[in-house]
């Protein structure tokens, strides 16, 4: 079972850096089959140079199927391999005093409510202010855990909650849930389009073959199940709630695109901003200024990693969401109204 490090788990491009050295954890697609193993790595790692790349295989600091290859050498896809590369002295995270909304503690994970707009872990552009360094310097053992404690990730502009794992032994058991499909996590999402009702999407998701900061459906990508539910209906959006079975990243948002309603506000797979015919200028003024993707992580649950406990934590919806709610049902009002 591939480790699950995202959003959405088990992003291929997905990396935190700990201690001294930068994790990553990717299974091959069958696409890759025939290509060296330098050439494969290039594809899923675009973020890195070739030369870099090269560096860690010659160092021994990749791992294909527990086995040390040559950059030469041909894969099949499916493989599962595993980097542990290390950092460059500039590369290395430092703690940060940031402040943290902290849900719960204790000795064996944090919970933590993200706001909108922080970064998970540091990279290209983001060297700092990322949750990654706050998390550091609230707890500086966590430089011993692997990605620093963080067992899944949310995208910048995705709010919500995160757990992170305090010990090697919670991370690996948290990680395992994981990957087993053990712990539940349920967002809240605002559509553009109206929803007839809830229903399932089962598409496979990848990285887009031309575009490679974007992933999209295809057929050899790997497992996404998303289910969603309407909580309430407009005019020409939606309130969903979605519960993810598996983790790819931005399942939700390519998954609610894939099917015609894209989440308000996400710059990658919303498509150009329109209003609905004949909204009043209240609604027209909240969507306009609509800062990022109405996506937040409102709920999670998971057997505690030492003591097997069932746990569960609700966050109520950020200020900006609840605004754009209010100014959709004032709006639904208006038209119920002009229908009477």
Request: aromatic share 4%.
């Amino acid at each position: 079972m591939a480790r699950e490090y995202s959003e959405s788990a088990g992003s291929p491009r997905d990396s935190t850096a700990c201690g001294e050295f930068r994790h990553h954890s990717l299974l091959l697609p069958a696409s890759a089959a025939g290509l060296r193993l330098d050439q494969a790595l290039a594809r899923e790692l675009p973020q890195y140079s070739r030369a870099r790349l090269q560096g860690w295989i010659e160092a021994g600091e990749v791992q294909v199927d527990g086995r040390r290859l040559r950059g030469k050498d041909k894969v099949l896809g499916g493989e599962q391999v595993e980097i542990a590369a290390r950092l460059e002295a500039d590369e290395r995270v430092a703690p940060e005093a940031q402040p943290l909304a902290v849900v719960h503690q204790d000795r064996a994970l944090f919970v933590i409510n993200k706001p909108a707009g922080m970064v998970v872990h540091p990279g290209a552009g983001n060297a700092r202010h990322t949750l990654q360094n706050a998390l550091l310097a609230l707890d500086p053992k966590l430089a011993l855990v692997p990605r620093a404690g963080l067992v899944h990730r949310l995208d910048k502009d995705t709010s919500g909650l995160l757990v992170v794992a305090r010990t090697p032994e919670a991370h690996a058991r948290l990680v395992a849930a994981l990957a087993e499909r053990e712990i539940e996590r349920t967002y809240l999402a605002i559509c553009r389009g109206s929803m007839t009702g809830g229903g399932t999407v089962d598409t496979p998701i990848g990285r887009h073959r031309t575009q490679r900061t974007r992933m999209t459906v295809r057929s050899d990508g790997r497992e996404a199940i998303t289910h969603y539910r309407i909580v309430k209906r407009y005019r020409d959006h939606t309130f969903v709630r979605v519960q993810l079975e598996t983790g790819r990243t931005h399942q939700i948002r390519v998954h609610l695109a894939h099917i015609g309603y894209p989440i308000i506000g996400d710059p990658v797979y919303g498509g150009r901003r329109r209003l609905p015919a004949g909204c009043g200028p209240a609604l027209a003024a909240s969507l306009g200024a609509f800062p990022r993707q109405a996506l937040h992580a409102a709920r999670l649950a998971l057997a505690h990693p030492l003591t097997g406990r069932k746990l569960e934590w609700e966050t109520p919806i950020p200020e900006d969401m609840a605004g754009l709610l209010a100014a959709l049902d004032e709006d639904r009002g208006i038209v119920e109204l002009e229908r009477t």
